[in-house]
T-cell receptor, first 114, second 113 residues
Framework: GAGVSQTPSNKVTEKGKYVELRCDPI?????LYWYRQSLGQGPEFLIY????????DSGLPNDRFFAVRPEGSVSTLKIQRTERGDSAVYLC????????????FGPGTRLTVT | EDKVVQSPLSLVVHEGDTVTLNCSYE??????LLWYKQEKKAPTFLFML????IEKKSGRLSSILDKKELSSILNITATQTGDSAIYLC?????????????FGTGTRLTIIP
């Protein structure tokens, strides 16, 4: 069956620009997670959705980062006024429900801010 | 703040060798520990460990949790070149509503043919 998909796979943008990263979770999965992985580090939690609502956004680094999941399926991570330090791989994961900790990851979006 | 430490950071062995990867954790509320394999970008799930002392096994891979020592090991026997990857350990909190996985930095395993 189809796994978690993310688009684009790579994104290069200039400092100060706005970007949107998309995640399409496994069909039927109600929980969706965004992580950020810098080189040589493990994934770092950003935000978690249960259905349409952001249940925990404590990992978002600052107010330039925002994420939505309006219909409880596809999610978009939005970054305003990008900075070079935002360069990383952004991973999305989904799981069947909260408490179902087997999270299935997508291939990620590699964001490079020049 | 929850913390997960993995060792070694990197490991290079020859095909056929057996390796042991370590994960230790300091968390406020522990529920489970997860192991993932990351070859390119997407981590793939290997094991979830909740109970101490019970070994999980899948082919040549096995893992066990020691809650007293706050640690886990991942063993790979008869390694193959396809085992080359970064192995990530993550802990799951137990408090309701907290779904935040805390990952270690990973162990980069390289298998030489």
């Amino acid at each position: 069956g189809a796994g978690v998909s993310q688009t684009p796979s790579n994104k290069v943008t200039e400092k100060g620009k706005y970007v949107e990263l998309r995640c399409d979770p496994i069909s039927g999965h109600t929980a969706l997670y965004w992580y950020r992985q810098s080189l040589g580090q493990g994934p770092e939690f950003l935000i978690y959705f249960q259905g349409t609502g952001a249940a925990d956004d404590s990992g978002l680094p600052n107010d330039r980062f925002f994420a939505v999941r309006p219909e409880g399926s596809v999610s978009t991570l939005k970054i305003q006024r990008t900075e070079r330090g935002d360069s990383a791989v952004y991973l999305c994961a989904s799981s069947l429900d909260r408490g179902s900790y087997e999270q299935y990851f997508g291939p990620g979006t590699r964001l490079t801010v020049t | 703040e929850d913390k997960v430490v993995q060792s070694p950071l990197s490991l290079v062995v020859h095909e056929g060798d057996t390796v042991t990867l370590n994960c230790s954790y300091e968390v406020t509320n522990f529920r489970s520990l997860l192991w993932y394999k990351q070859e390119k970008k997407a981590p793939t799930f290997l094991f979830m460990l909740t109970s101490s002392g019970i070994e999980k096994k899948s082919g040549r891979l096995s893992s066990i949790l020691d809650k007293k020592e706050l640690s886990s090991i991942l063993n790979i026997t008869a390694t193959q070149t396809g085992d080359s990857a970064i192995y990530l350990c993550a802990v799951v909190p137990s408090n309701f509503g907290n779904e935040k996985l805390t990952f270690g930095t990973g162990t980069r395993l390289t298998i030489i043919p």
